[in-house]
């Protein structure tokens, strides 16, 4: 992916889209959702975003952007991170949240609740088992690569002895057509998604997944 190209107008704010060409202002431009450590401002018309391009790129444009649309990105990844009280509704589902990243448990974690889902996280695949077995989540939300015990791994672990659990992959690493096959067929996992998530495709995905799961 290329990454989001400055107009010669006005440098380091008004950037033009590389996926559909359309100029705009970073400071007006809402903050992606994705699942990454650092949000950055999305096309209005595309929803392309500097996740979706080469951490070279990305370093390159927080380098050079104004100091006003960094702190601007600062206060809402703290905005994101904050954990107000939680008002559960009666019959809600429970999502458990495994990543050895805390940022990005954080970023999840505030995401979901913000879809109307009970949140758990894990920041181990052992520490994950040891949740699923105690708390019985509707679905588990899982890294692929994790030291000691991978999210594949885990999956499989976890359809093996609570079949009727949900397990949503994610990576940014085993993204081809073989892994995603493979995760379906050895690992029985129910979705596989790629990094920078798109939290309009995941929450769809929960969507599908705990309906599925209420018919069942």
């Keep these: 992916m290329v990454a989001l190209t400055e107009t010669p107008a006005i440098p380091h704010r008004i950037v033009l889209c590389s996926s559909c060409s359309t100029p705009f202002d970073t400071f007006q431009a809402a903050w992606c959702s994705c ?3 650092t949000i ?5 018309r595309c929803g392309f975003c500097l996740c979706k391009s080469t951490p070279n790129a990305s370093r390159n444009f927080w380098f050079r952007a104004p100091q ?8 809402e990844e703290r905005r994101r991170a904050r954990r107000g009280p939680e008002a559960v509704a009666l019959g809600a589902k429970r999502v458990l949240i495994v990543d050895d990243d805390e940022e990005i448990r954080f970023i999840a974690d505030y995401a979901l609740r913000e879809m ?5 996280t ?10 699923v077995d105690r708390e019985m989540p509707d679905v588990v939300l899982t890294d692929a690569l994790m030291p000691k015990l991978d999210g594949r791994e885990l999956c499989r672990r976890i359809k093996a002895k609570h079949p009727r ?6 990576t940014s690493l085993y993204t ?3 892994y995603r096959d493979e995760a379906y067929r050895v690992f029985h996992a129910d979705d596989y998604l790629a990094k920078p998530i798109d939290f309009q495709k995941l929450e769809q995905s929960l969507e599908r997944l705990t309906t599925k799961g209420a018919a069942a």
């Design 116 to 120: 109307g889902y009970v949140t758990l």
């Design 176 to 178: 081809s057509a073989r």
């Design 35 to 37: 699942v990454t450590k």
């Design 165 to 170: 659990v949900k397990v949503v992959v994610m």
């Design 122 to 131: 894990a920041s181990s695949a052992e520490l994950a088992l040891e949740i």
């Design 40 to 44: 950055s401002p999305s096309c209005p």
């Design 68 to 75: 006003e649309l960094i702190d601007r990105r600062n206060e």
